[in-house]
């Protein structure tokens, strides 16, 4: 499915301290108290910064724009509202000095030039010092989208299609040893697929065409980054399969793979060079919009989808300033599997630039815009949090 927002990080810092402090200075007689705008500032440097207002505030939160410039779905826009709240933590944990990320949550809506549009809420939340996690979403969309075939019945040929229906994702992690977690989900769709042209039917079979899949999976993970929003170190290990079967819903049977390394590696003082290896699959009666997709910055979604699709990319970093990065990346992925060997099949590249602001230094989350160029398309993107997902 499109690039929807699979992105509930965290990792925050308790802010009990700085609080207790600002009440012992507006409780002496001559305090000067706060105003709304200090709201705003960064204590440490008296920068802006939304960390206060985030965490502290009640009723605060992220009035996210959506901007997009996707080539799979035209121009387009929307908003989310994002709230950051604190976890219960213990005073055992607390001693120890350990960070627990914030309970994330928050509502988005969209909309495109072609006609595409959607709406849903998502949220993670943290429970026992982060033993226990959750994560859990569910939108409605109607998305109108191509889909390239891969040539058997003559010539590559690209069919306009439209999915309407709703789309969740449920899943829970257990703390297994420190930094890895081990976890379980269920994914369930129920979609109805129309294509612009009666006789595009003739591309794909009845399976391939599903509406219902539910699927039930397990997932490893190891996080040893320093922050899971905008990282400057560290790496995550994750790997996950999901089966979908009649027997849990679904109308196919058919399995889905993934396997993807993130890491984070400063240098030099201001320079992070960060990598990714991304590798994804599917096997039995997989409908043709469940197929896997090379996602990299500047491919469009469902340009180029197959059983398999393996990706690189490499981003290198500069802090310019306290708050401001400037980052270049390039990247490289191949789709093989239906008619097409992994030796047969074209590599194709990207590359980009972009920048980024410190939003909300406690958090460690960045903002900001990259843009970036494909084997067929340019296109922008607004970046809340780290580029990857």
């Given at each position: ?10 990792a925050?810092?308790?802010?009990g ?6 009440d ?22 008296d ?7 985030l ?7 992220l ?15 929307g ?27 928050g ?7 072609n ?6 809420l ?8 982060d ?6 979403g ?12 891969t ?9 306009g299609?439209?999915l309407d ?7 829970g ?5 420190s930094?890895?977690y ?7 769709l ?9 006789n ?6 009845p ?5 219902r ?10 996080d040893?980054r320093?922050?899971?929003l ?6 995550l ?7 979908y ?29 960060a ?8 096997r039995?009666?997989t409908?043709?919009?469940?197929l ?5 910055r ?11 699709v393996g990706?690189?990319?490499a ?5 310019a ?7 270049a ?8 599997g239906?008619h ?8 194709e590249?990207t590359r980009g ?23 067929d398309d ?12």
């Amino acid at each position: 499915m499109p690039r929807l927002a699979s992105t509930i990080l965290a990792a925050a810092a308790a802010l009990g301290a700085s609080t207790l402090h600002a009440d012992d200075a507006s409780s002496a007689p001559d305090a000067k108290k706060p105003s709304f705008l200090d709201t705003f500032r960064d204590a440490e440097n008296d920068e802006f910064d939304l960390s206060k207002f985030l965490l502290e505030k009640k009723g605060g939160f992220l009035l996210v724009p959506i901007i997009i410039t996707e080539p799979a779905v035209g121009t387009g826009g929307g908003a989310a509202a994002v709230f950051f709240r604190e976890p219960a933590q213990s005073d055992a944990s607390k001693e120890r000095g350990e960070k627990l990320p914030p309970n994330i949550y928050g509502v988005a809506a969209f909309k495109t030039s072609n006609g595409s549009n959607g709406g849903g809420l998502a949220g993670s939340f943290h429970f026992d010092d982060d033993r226990w996690r959750y994560l859990g979403g569910v939108i409605k969309m109607s998305m109108n989208l191509d889909f390239y075939t891969t040539g058997t019945l003559g010539e590559p040929h690209k069919i306009g299609y439209n999915l309407d229906g709703i789309a969740s994702l449920q899943e829970g992690a257990y703390r297994i040893a420190s930094e890895t977690y081990l976890s379980v989900r269920w994914v369930y769709l129920d979609i109805d697929s129309r294509f612009d042209h009666a006789n595009d039917n003739a591309f794909f079979t009845p399976k391939q065409r599903a509406e219902r899949s539910s699927g039930a999976g397990v997932g490893i993970e190891r996080d040893t980054r320093d922050n899971t929003l905008s990282p400057l170190e560290g790496t995550l290990l994750k790997a996950n399969a999901t089966l979908y079967a009649p027997a849990i819903g679904s109308d196919n049977r058919y399995e889905t793979f993934r396997a993807h390394a993130f890491g984070y590696f400063p240098f030099a003082g201001r320079w992070t060079i960060a990598t990714r290896v991304d590798a994804r699959a599917a096997r039995g009666d997989t409908p043709f919009y469940q197929l896997p997709s090379i996602d990299l910055r500047g491919i469009a979604y469902g340009r180029f989808q197959n059983e398999n699709v393996g990706m690189l990319e490499a981003e290198l970093r500069w802090r310019a300033a306290s708050r401001w990065t400037l980052l270049a990346f390039a990247g490289a992925g191949r789709d093989w599997g239906l008619h097409t060997g992994f030796s047969d099949a074209t590599t194709e590249t990207t590359r980009g630039v972009g920048f980024r602001y410190t939003l909300a230094r406690t958090l460690g989350l960045d903002v900001g815009v990259d843009w970036a160029r494909g084997p067929d398309d340019n296109a922008y993107y607004l970046q809340i949090g780290t580029a990857w997902r």
